[in-house]
């Protein structure tokens, strides 16, 4: 069973930028693909970010193309989110999500992975 963490969730204002890191315990991530979802108060699950362990391909949803970007970061072992000139609309409770080492190929789709982490909240605001 993998166990994944969020870590670097806060209250930041517009404009601010943080740094999400995905780890997990006892394994590496280096084989998975990683999604990164969100979701605010009263709204479904957002697939936001995802990097394949087949061919390395990186997907974005349009509401935060050119704002986030997903890496890994092999030598810790982690996938990580920075997230660039946050926005109100942003605040939401982040997880990741992993597949089960099957190769799955960049998908936004929730329902496509196995394994989720608690999540960790971000707020956007003044």
């Known amino acids: 069973q993998v166990q994944l963490v969020e870590s670097g969730g806060g209250l930041v204002q517009p404009g601010d930028s943080l740094r999400l890191s995905c780890a997990a315990s006892?394994?590496?991530?280096?084989?998975?693909?990683i999604g990164w979802f969100r979701q605010a108060p009263g709204k479904e699950r957002e697939g936001i970010a995802c990097?394949?362990?087949?061919?390395?391909?990186?997907k974005y949803s349009e509401s935060v193309k050119g704002r986030f970007t997903i890496s890994r970061d092999n030598a810790k072992s982690t996938v990580d989110l920075q997230m660039n000139d946050l926005k109100p609309e942003d605040t939401a409770v982040y997880y990741c999500?992993?597949?089960?080492?099957?190769?799955?190929?960049?998908?936004?789709?929730?329902?496509?992975?196995?394994?989720w982490g608690q999540g960790t909240q971000v707020t956007v605001s003044s």
């Open positions: 990097i394949s362990s087949r061919d390395g391909r990186i």
């Open positions: 999500a992993a597949d089960d080492l099957r190769g799955l190929e960049a998908s936004l789709m929730s329902w496509e992975y196995d394994y």
């Open positions: 006892r394994f590496t991530l280096n084989y998975y693909t």
